[in-house]
Nanobody, 114 residues
Framework: QVQLVESGGGLVQPGGSLRLSCAAS????????MGWYRQAPGKQREFVAV???????NYAESVKGRFTISRDNAKNMVYLQMNSLKPDDTAVYYC????????WGQGTQVTVSS
């Protein structure tokens, strides 16, 4: 079993920054991909960013150049640094562990508003 706990969400003004953290526990293997997804009100959950165990990354076009995903395998942590935030980034952000099974955290709310 794998448990994921996100933190770091909140209310921020347009143009501001936030750093999300995801603490993973349980049967974690650093070889597996971890990532961030988000779901805005009335919309389907969408891909934001992923990172492999070796550190290779991939981003949604909408966040390229503004968001940075990173991980600390020794601490079983994944991070999402979000800069130049826009109102369209408002959503619940979910951490994902893509092992033999898919695991999700409970989500953390990010609201970008003036």
């Amino acid at each position: 079993q794998v448990q994921l706990v996100e933190s770091g969400g909140g209310l921020v003004q347009p143009g501001g920054s936030l750093r999300l953290s995801c603490a993973a526990s349980g049967s974690i293997l650093s070889m597996y991909v971890m990532g961030w997804y988000r779901q805005a009100p009335g919309k389907q959950r969408e891909f934001v960013a992923v990172i492999s165990g070796e550190g290779s990354t991939n981003y949604a076009e909408s966040v390229k150049g503004r968001f940075t995903i990173s991980r600390d395998n020794a601490k079983n942590m994944v991070y999402l640094q979000m800069n130049s935030l826009k109102p369209d980034d408002t959503a619940v952000y979910y951490c994902n562990y893509r092992g033999p099974n898919d695991y999700w955290g409970q989500g953390t709310q990010v609201t970008v508003s003036s």
